[in-house]
């Protein structure tokens, strides 16, 4: 279990000491349900109380900038299907970033428990579209490290997480665990955690020592302590083919540290909980390249409002940059339908992008 610590983590002391209980199994048809045996249960996931207290008055709304949007996965590919309102469940548009060619800001966070829906704008290849998104389309990633259990359980800093609404003035995010169980832990967390410029600054961010050798655990639950024979901090049940870096053999326990894409730990287990073997390491030699090269005939005159449907008309959506690369298509009543150049942003649902014609015209050479 998780041991008491700041405020901010007495929720997961909460969550674990009520998940992670000895559950006694009834006999049947008896009048006084005389215990028969005792089955250890470590909760699926450990989560935060919904539904989410209201944001206090007067304290500014939470805003995530474009550089709170995770880009590590996939050479930062993400995509995001753009509704007009937030009820609505038909997206009229979507963003498509490969190789981080298009960004997302978002804003008007929705209340924990709520639909995970929020007002996002949408940027790639000069074009702005403004409507509302799920927050589940991108992960998003922290500035500095969250300690859940101060230095034996904490989200890494520039990791990803999911955001899942807001209660009181800090946001809930969840991580995956490298665990069967629990798989996600959620927390809260202040709005100005989230990455505002490049990446995270890594700050308190603990470096473990390097491993020669790994623990494949052996026990259906592992418990994790402070120290040997110590306090409880973490307990879970192990993944099929897991393995965690042994760092430490002392008074009869091991010393582990494991990690998922978030989360880390560091803790104490018996030696009959796991037995060491040798360090298997792994090597990645994924590349990430950048494949956009053109040379427009047809930009943009001028910054322009964007329309989105099936004909022109009704309220601008968005707007795209002087000087962007643009396809036409259709004319109709002083408007032009078009896509970018490379379809960083564009229409679903049989709709259309529309600028007026007055906005777009011939490009100036390459290079100018």
Request: aromatic residues 6%; negative net charge; charged residues 20%.
């Amino acid at each position: 279990m998780f041991a008491m610590g700041s405020r901010a983590n007495r929720w997961a002391w909460r969550g674990l000491r009520a998940g992670a209980l000895t559950v006694t199994m009834l006999a049947a048809c008896t009048t006084h349900r005389t215990p028969t045996s005792s089955v250890e249960v470590v909760p699926e996931s450990i989560k935060v109380a919904r539904p989410g207290a209201a944001w206090p008055a007067g304290v500014p709304a939470c805003a995530l900038p474009a550089a709170s949007v995770d880009m590590s996965a996939d050479c930062g590919s993400f995509h995001i299907a753009v509704r007009r309102a937030r009820a609505d469940l038909d997206a009229v548009a979507e963003l498509t970033s490969i190789y981080g060619s298009g960004t997302a800001e978002w804003a008007d966070l929705p209340l924990l428990g709520e639909a995970p829906v929020a007002r996002v704008t949408v940027n790639g290849e000069g074009m702005h579209l403004h409507g509302w998104a799920s927050l589940g389309d991108v992960s998003f990633r922290l500035r500095r490290r969250v300690d859940l259990v101060a230095q034996h359980v904490w989200i890494r800093s520039d990791s990803p997480v999911a955001i899942l609404g807001t209660s009181g003035d800090r946001v809930a995010i969840a991580v995956e665990t490298p665990f069967a169980a629990p798989k996600v832990m959620e927390t809260l967390v202040g709005c100005d955690l989230f990455a505002a410029h490049g990446a995270g600054d890594g700050a308190g961010e603990a470096r473990l020592e390097t491993a020669s050798r790994s623990v494949v655990p052996t026990a259906r639950v592992v418990h994790v302590h402070d120290a040997p024979g110590g306090t409880s901090v973490l307990t879970f049940v192990p993944s099929v083919g897991a393995r965690f870096d042994l760092l430490e053999e002392r008074d009869g326990s091991y010393r582990i540290a494991g990690a998922s894409q978030a989360l880390s730990f560091d803790g104490w287990i018996g030696v009959d909980e796991g037995e060491p073997v040798e360090r298997i390491v792994d090597r990645d030699f994924g590349d990430c390249l950048d494949q956009t090269d053109s040379c427009p005939s047809v930009v943009t005159l001028r910054d322009a409002p964007v329309w989105v449907g099936v004909g022109p008309g009704g309220e601008a959506m968005g707007s795209v940059d002087r000087g962007r690369a643009v396809i036409l298509g259709e004319r109709r009543d002083g408007f032009v339908a078009f896509t970018m150049e490379n379809r960083v942003i564009g229409p679903v649902g049989g709709r259309r992008f529309w600028v007026r014609e007055s906005d777009v015209g011939g490009a100036s050479e390459c290079g100018e």
